[in-house]
């Protein structure tokens, strides 16, 4: 089997190890707990597993699958993307035990494996693939991935912060909106009309509004995070509503062009006339 292949299925372990936990952590709230609140400390490492240790790899995998074709990329380092899942996997664990420090620097260490294997900052072998979608698709996919490295930074900022509140929502939001939203709302309407009979995205102008929003969106929560929570700029508290109606916005740019994409009528495609025997 090809390596990325491996990478999905580390994934798919992480989404096992996350249901099992989830199971055991409702079984101890409810005959051990007073109340049903996840403990802050256990729900920040149990954070690091639901991201880094489920999602991220599934992301990993299909880039590798994908990103090549998409974006004209050479080929695929293989041997050092599955060293990447090793140390991602290693970090995971380390977290899970509550030792953060060392798990965001295993985290860090291996996404930059990952983008190293994956060549994305490289010259490209080809040109970029960008019929029927917009021609800021290449970027977007590359500015998904540098809000992966911001994640990681601000994780390991907040590692070694006292007061990290802000920081760690901000690498949370980093990775969840920055990196695997943006990579669903880049990679979805690509490939998600081909795989539905073939079709062409309604608007590649819709296409790029709802990544612009989002990117937009996810910049002013992020440095908001940091500098309000963090009580570096109080006015930052009034960018919070913004990017979420940015990012909302981003939501339904992006839900309205698909649904008119399903909703018309799939090109038909030539066949030759069966001929009975004889």
Known sequence: MDEWVFVVIAGSLGLLLTLLVNVGLAFYLSFQSTSPEVPANFDQRFLV?????????FVWGFSAKWLPVFL????????????AI??????????????????TVLILTGLVTAITALRLFEPAERPAKVKGVHVSFPFFVRLAYIWALIAAFLSLWAAVSRDSS??????RHALTVGFLA?????IGQRVLPA??????LFSTKLMFCSLLLLAVGCLLRVSSEVLAYQGVVRAAW?????????????????????????????????????????
């Open 49 to 57: 597993l639901e991201t880094w240790g489920c999602l991220v790899p």
């Open 72 to 83: 004209g990329l050479r080929a695929l380092r293989g041997r050092i993307l599955l060293l």
């Open 86 to 103: 090793a140390l991602n996997s290693g970090g995971v664990l380390l977290a899970l035990a509550g030792a953060i420090l060392p798990a």
């Open 166 to 171: 802000g920081i760690w929502g901000a690498s």
């Open 182 to 186: 943006m990579m669903v709302f880049a």
């Open 195 to 200: 795989f539905s009979g073939m079709r062409l």
């Open 238 to 278: 009034s960018w919070l509503p913004t990017s979420a109606f940015c990012e909302m916005a981003a939501v339904t740019v992006f839900a309205f062009n698909l649904l008119i994409t399903f909703a018309r009528q799939a090109p038909a495609i030539a066949a030759q006339p069966l001929r009975e025997p004889g």
